[in-house]
């Protein structure tokens, strides 16, 4: 009886074991036969390739395993951007699509409709290149509010020069654990005497107090640093100083939120339909108001709801990044995937770990997106 | 009588199927990648994704190029037809992997031979096809008349995945200037990107910028810059492992190239086989016994010559009859003053 149990579990082990058994020497006799030798020793090697956007210090002398970072933490950077703009634009449409107004419904409905049946590496496309042709030139743009520039080669703003940033940083710490005792103090007040604490004010007022504080006290001092245009030659111009955002990040980003918000805002509506009618009529005739009705048992509810699908969508959200190449997004597959694997012809070493990395970044969204969900759960006490 | 023609007709089939069947096992047991091609029944070919010049499809799916002609004489010399070849597009990241993971048995993509390629990932090179090298291109207006012209901030649009990356750093790094690169996948995007002026210049071999201005809007608002900044000799790579195959693809070449040299043409290549020049007559397979050597019949070479033709009529009709680059520059035979050079067929 127990071996008719684990035989079945016992064969798929076995077969597994054969299949990865069989790829991994299939592999091995056929790059000895061609000469290729298997190793990740070229992650230490220079580069020698550049990359024209990098949060971090890079440039071609440094290690092929520089590039992957710069490769992986654009594609960080791009995949949070993502999800915050794709969020907000959702939850707005979501809401937007139970709304009385026939207008409004309707257009939340068509917007939804139209983006999510277009394929993303088209919107991309699309946003890319209608960026690049309505964009202006660096010498024609006009500023907004006379510092920004959004030009063709890109977003230019003005960029923060610190002195002394570590306590500035140390400074919004300290806010930010302040805050989180006082809501401590708060939560236990209102539950042992009734009485309850204006949170929100207390805490914006910390995170505004402290951080000027230390401008005064802590000799923190910033100053900010405007774009100006540069001649290149007779008719090409850039700017030079602030912070350069590329077009390919912003079109980037911004087809990534708008294909990923119509699938949130579906699961949005979804979720706060799934909340019974019946729910909200009777917080209403205990006399919550119908902003205590949205917030205290409406939203807590439909969240349940929410959570798990809008997961998948971080995910697919993250994981579709990785259309950048097309458009010259310096990403994890453009860089690391891409350049650094030509140039070294590693191509079972360099896709392994891209496939490893891209497998940890959505293990680490599901993990703390069911940390989260668990933590909105139903307790029963 | 007619039971004797058939009689000795069916002696001399037998002889045929005998005859092929040895040369076949022969030249199978050298090598699998021309057994598998023979018993498919077409040459698997990797070119680029539009090239013009190199290797470009029209409307109706045909390929034409000088790299596309490397890959036909092939198909000649070992099929005894021109047409049997499967072109696979590809993009200069996807190359090599599909190379030496068996997807295709030639790689005719306009690609640079290097050492690390040639040694480090399981390649071969077997010739050159085009003496190329990396240049600028940039607007007209832009006053811009040289390399030396270039500014710290220029930004540079190219191919991802090529050795114009390396040079272009090296380039700007010697010139001690701050650039941008911004390298996309597909070269169509390249040029899209530079047309609308997100790039100052775009870079690659300049054969590749002289067949892409044509795809920009106003062609002539652009130039080519005149400096050369890196050796780029474009030529057919093979899997590493089958030399047989190797010498196929490399003789195939050297081939169209030598019957430049002997003015044996598509036109008049069957009448060469009554030449005086024994060097000719080895060419058109008239004398010798070159073609068992590859473990290929003796007309392999003739058949090249007809179906294709010489080097010098590939060139012509694919790169400068279409205006990309009429003058033959270094690709011009060593007799003449170029480097093309090929060793003897003999």
């Not at chain 1, 409709?113 to 006009?142: G, M, S, V």
């Not at chain 2, 473990?295 to 003739?302: M, T, V």
Request: glycine residues 8%; contains cysteine.
């Amino acid at each position: 009886m127990n071996f008719k149990k684990i035989l079945p579990q016992l064969l798929t082990l076995v077969v597994v074991i054969l299949v990865f058994g069989f790829f991994s020497y299939n592999a091995q006799v056929n790059m000895e036969n061609r000469g290729i030798t298997f190793g990740y020793g070229f992650l230490s090697q220079e580069s020698s390739f550049d990359v024209q956007f990098s949060l971090i210090e890079y440039d071609g002398s440094h290690s092929y395993f520089r590039a992957y970072l710069v490769g992986l933490l654009n594609t960080i950077l791009v995949s949070v951007i993502g999800i915050i703009f794709a969020t907000i634009i959702g939850v707005v449409v979501g809401i937007a699509r139970l709304s009385s107004n026939y207008l409004i419904e309707r257009t939340a409905a068509i917007y939804v409709e139209f983006f999510r049946n277009i394929p993303l590496l088209l919107q991309i496309f699309f946003w890319y290149f209608a960026a690049l042709r309505a964009l202006p030139l660096p010498e024609k743009a006009e500023p907004m509010f006379g510092v920004f520039f959004l030009t063709i080669k890109g977003f230019f703003v003005p960029a923060f020069v610190w002195n002394n940033l570590d306590i500035f940083i140390y400074s919004v710490i300290a806010a930010i654990i302040a805050i989180v005792f006082i809501r401590l103090y708060a939560k236990k007040k209102q539950e042992n005497k009734g009485i309850q604490t204006p949170v929100l004010s207390i805490s914006i007022g910390l995170l505004i107090i402290l951080p000027l504080l230390s401008f005064f006290l802590g000799g923190v001092d910033a100053s900010v640093e405007i774009p100006v245009i540069e001649q290149l030659s007779k008719t090409s111009f850039t700017f030079k100083g602030g912070l350069k955002l590329p077009p390919e990040l912003i079109s980037l980003a911004l087809a990534l939120s708008l294909y990923t918000a119509t699938f949130i805002a579906e699961c949005v509506r979804a979720g706060v339909q799934g909340v019974s009618k019946g729910q909200k009529e009777a917080a209403a005739s205990i006399g919550l108001t119908p902003n205590q009705v949205l917030k205290l048992v409406v939203m807590p509810q439909a969240l349940r709801i929410i959570i798990p699908p809008t997961t998948n969508q971080y995910l697919n959200l993250t994981k579709n990044s990785s259309l950048a190449a097309a458009i010259a997004y310096p990403d994890l597959v453009l860089v690391f995937a891409g350049t650094a694997l030509m140039q070294t012809g590693r191509a079972i070493e360099i896709v392994s770990i891209t496939m490893l990395t891209y497998l940890t970044l959505s293990i680490t969204i599901s993990i703390f997106m069911n940390w989260y969900n668990k933590k909105i759960a139903i307790k029963e006490k | 009588m007619f039971k004797l023609v058939k009689r000795l007709t069916s002696v001399v089939a037998m002889f045929a199927v005998l005859f092929t069947f040895t040369t076949e096992t022969m030249a199978a047991k050298k090598s699998k990648t021309l057994k598998n091609t023979q018993k498919k029944g077409f040459v698997r070919c990797g070119v680029s994704q539009g090239l013009p010049g190199f290797s470009n499809a029209d409307a109706a799916g045909n390929w034409t190029g000088v790299d596309v002609d490397v890959c036909r004489a092939v198909a000649a010399a070992v099929l005894g037809d021109s047409s049997k070849v499967k072109f696979t597009p590809l993009s200069a990241k996807e190359r090599f992997t599909a190379l030496t993971s068996n997807e295709i048995d030639i790689l005719s993509r306009n690609t640079t031979w290097t050492l690390s390629r040639d040694a480090d990932i399981g390649l071969t090179f077997v010739g050159v096809n085009f003496y190329d090298g990396q240049g600028f291109m940039v607007r007209k207006n832009s006053g811009i008349s040289s390399v030396n012209d270039f500014k710290a901030g220029v930004s540079a649009c190219t191919n991802l995945g090529t050795t114009t990356e390396l040079n272009m750093r090296d380039f700007f790094n010697s010139k001690g200037i701050k650039y941008e690169p911004v390298t996309f996948e597909k070269a169509d995007e390249v040029v899209a990107a530079y047309d609308a002026g997100r790039c100052d210049t775009y870079t690659t071999d300049k054969s590749g910028l002289a067949a892409q201005r044509i795809k920009l809007s106003n062609p002539d608002d652009h130039m080519v810059l005149p400096e050369t900044i890196s050796k780029e000799p474009l030529g057919p790579v093979v899997r590493q492992g089958d030399s047989v195959w190797e010498d196929i693809v490399r003789w195939s070449l050297n081939t169209m190239i030598e019957a430049e040299e002997y003015g044996v043409t598509s036109a008049n290549a069957d009448m060469m086989k009554t030449s005086d020049n024994p060097a000719v007559k080895r060419l058109v397979g008239a004398e010798g016994e070159l073609g068992a050597a590859l473990g290929l019949d003796n007309e392999w070479s003739l058949r090249i010559i007809k179906q294709v033709g010489n080097y010098g009529e590939s060139y012509k009709r694919n790169i400068a009859d279409t205006g990309i680059l009429p003058d033959r520059g270094p690709n011009e035979l060593w007799t003449k003053g170029g480097i093309l050079y090929v060793p003897p067929a003999r």
